[in-house]
């Protein structure tokens, strides 16, 4: 297969200084959010009455919350993203290249994937909104088709503050990860103490920080043996259960079921702990990984998912609708079943399968523009046009994921969402074709 033999190609061609693992470990926690979405993400229609409705496994069979303890790895999406993003400073400063060329390079790689997913459900919304489907329902299925952005919307403010970030690491070291986790921590306790829930979306930036401080330690070898990395594991397990058996927090990592807190909307400490149990386990069996990693098999097979990450991970939910989609128009089929019920739990093994091999021929066919650079002589834009575009875009992917697009054009919630993140991607100078301004 072509593909592959192109992986391979660039996979045996590595530098044996560069840490495999990193890659490795982004491909993973990839595959393993994609596959837990498709796993609890369903619907279901009633085989007497017809009537179709949207199934949620954590909404409904309580014991599945357990398994966001599994499924939930954002945590490791920022460590790796933070020592990505310290080889990157470190390259840029031997290089000469300053904060808005770094950061401009940064922002094209992290944003240009998305721009052709919200233009495509932007259309689909107006074509659905013209064909009579009510509001309530197409904003619905485009904030499932949108929900992946949300990571971007964060993860671009962390890589614009990752310079200085990087400079409280460098001069302070832990102690600037523990500045961190202290005002995450003082977050919660005024969010669950004093009922101040406004402040409590500043986590977003503390909690997600301390994790993208973690892939600053685990850069700079900091991280500490395997037996040091173990203990740390197994303190941050304990304190995550005893703050959700005796404390306020609830047992899901991952989404918000029910009507209580959730611990990942705003984030809470528990996703720290559970980031810092993440760390300590996966990074107590690096060497052995880094060894397996030799083998060019494996590594072709990691090499070619990260030439597709963002790809698969930005348009899996669209997939999932689509198909979802097919079955209904089918008379629902496959989709009898009563959700939680044996045969519903047997039936996710080809509504995981399904899409995932739909969605590697798609990722194959638009990856392409998460792999256009921006051309070496391209100038970047002032950082004042990178910063307010940056956090335009972030606002729009934002309101995307939260409340999805209703369809109208002359709404805000249509063309006002769609506005702010294609005008502040032409901001940034961030654009469908590569070249810069």
Known sequence: ??????????????????????????????????????????????????????????????????????????????????????????????????????????????????????????????????????????????????????????????????????????????WSLAAYLTLAAATDIAFFGFDWQTPGWSNYFWIWLAMHHLGFAWRDGRQGSPAVLLAVAAAALTALALAVIWGPYPVAMAGSPGEGPSNSL???????????????????????????????????????????????????????????GASWLADGFGLGMAPGSEGWWWSRIPWVALPVLLLLPAAVGLSPLERMPRPANATAPSLWRQLPGAALVGLGISFTALFGIDGNPLSPANTGIVALVLGGAWICGIGFRAQGN
């Open 1 to 174: 297969m072509k593909v592959w033999e192109q992986a391979r190609e660039l996979a045996a061609k590595t530098p044996a200084e560069r840490n495999r693992y990193v890659d490795f470990l982004r491909a993973f926690s990839i595959l393993f959010v994609i596959s837990g979405h498709l796993l609890i993400t369903g619907a279901h229609v009633d085989p007497e009455t017809g009537a179709y409705a949207p199934v949620l496994a954590l909404e409904i069979v309580p014991w599945t919350e357990w398994l966001t303890w599994i499924f939930q790895v954002m945590p490791v999406f920022f460590m790796v993203g933070g020592y990505a993003n310290a080889v990157s400073l470190e390259s840029a400063a031997a290089r000469g290249v300053g904060y808005g060329e770094w950061l401009a390079t940064r922002l094209h790689r992290l944003l240009r994937p998305m721009l052709l997913l919200v233009l495509v459900w932007a259309v689909i919304a107006i074509l659905l909104y013209a064909g009579g489907i009510a509001t309530e329902s197409i904003q619905f299925i485009t904030r499932t088709a949108l929900l992946p952005t949300w990571f971007l919307a964060i993860y671009t403010m962390i890589v614009i503050l990752a310079p200085p970030s990087h400079a409280a690491w460098r001069r302070w070291g832990c």
């Open 266 to 324: 705003p984030p809470k400490i528990t996703l720290a702990a559970l980031g810092l149990v993440q760390f300590g386990v996966l990074l107590a069996v690096e060497k052995p990984m880094r060894r397996l990693l030799d083998n060019l098999r494996l590594w072709t097979a990691t090499v070619l998912i990260n030439s597709m990450i963002m790809t698969l991970y930005l348009w899996h939910m669209s997939i999932l609708l689509l198909l979802l």
